[in-house]
């Protein structure tokens, strides 16, 4: 993913499951963004594909929760 310790991956991930319902590391396997639940798909530029690996976050909800 993105290079976290083990403790703060459990964090996000037990986080996670409580809002979406799944943890990050689940949703990160299936290629599946948390946020929208839909199929992760391509990335405009770097700093959106660094972005995903932070967050799980499709190109659209990036674009939704960062513009």
Do not use: H, W
Request: proline letters at 3%; one cysteine or more; glycine letters at 6%.
């Amino acid at each position: 993913m993105s290079g976290r310790s083990p403790e703060m991956q459990k964090f996000i991930d037990n986080m996670t499951k409580e809002i979406y319902g799944k943890t990050l590391t689940e949703f990160t396997s299936e290629n599946i963004c948390p946020c929208c639940k839909k199929v992760v798909g391509e990335f405009r530029d770097k700093i959106s594909k660094d972005e995903n690996a932070i967050t799980g976050m499709c190109q659209q909800c990036q674009d939704e929760t960062f513009n």
